[in-house]
Every structure is written in C-alpha cells, then in structure tokens.
Nanobody, 120 residues
Framework: QVHLVESGGGSAQAGGSLRLSCAAS?????KGWFRQAPGKEREGVAT???????RYTDSVKGRFTISQDIAKNTVYLQMNSLKPEDTAIYYC?????????????????WGQGTQVTVSS
C-alpha cells in the first residue's frame, strides 16, 4: 500500500505559477499528476518513472515540469504560464508499472486531490 498526500494547490492569476507536491509513504517506481475539471473526465498531465523519464500531455508541454526527490519519496509539479483552462482538481497517483503512461487506469494509488484555480 502507498499513501499519497498532495499539497500546494491554490489560486493564481493567468500567467502565474504554482508548485504542487506529493509525498508518498514509500518509494514506488512511477508517479503521475492527473487533473479533473468540472464536467470533464480525468486526464493525465505528467508522469515520471524510476529513471527520470517524463511524459506530458500536449496542453502543458513547455509550461509544466514534473520532477522528483527520490530520497524524500516526493514528486513535484511546477506549473508556469497558467491558463484558466488549467483550473481543476489535481491528483497525485502512483503505480508499479514501468510503462508510466498518462492513462489513469494504470494507477493503483491516488491522493485526495488539491484544487487549482486560475483566474483570467
């Protein structure tokens, strides 16, 4: 079992930045960030695997950066140049799958979510 706790959500103006953190109770190979906006399906935002390989959904490439501190079992999502359409609940998730894809069905462990609101 892996317990995930997110922090760092909040409000920002368009063009601003926020940094999300997710602390895991133990090491696990693949971590990802997902988000769900009202009335929309949950989508994968970014993932990072055991050797630092990263994936991003197209809409955040060049703006968001995922990183990890393996010693602290923590994964981060630096979000820059925020847009109103980035508004959503952001979830941290983890899986033992080395593929570390953006599909949410691959992930076994989920955090409680943190709200990100971007105003224009």
């Amino acid at each position: 079992q892996v317990h995930l706790v997110e922090s760092g959500g909040g409000s920002a103006q368009a063009g601003g930045s926020l940094r999300l953190s997710c602390a895991a109770s133990r090491y696990i190979d693949c971590k990802g960030w997902f988000r769900q906006a009202p009335g929309k399906e949950r989508e994968g935002v970014a993932t990072i695997n055991a050797i630092g390989g990263m994936r991003y959904t197209d809409s955040v490439k060049g703006r968001f950066t995922i990183s990890q501190d393996i010693a602290k079992n923590t994964v981060y999502l630096q979000m820059n140049s925020l847009k109103p359409e980035d508004t959503a609940i952001y979830y941290c998730a983890a899986t033992t799958s080395y593929a570390c894809v953006l599909g949410s069905s691959d992930y076994d462990y989920w955090g409680q979510g943190t709200q990100v609101t971007v105003s224009s």
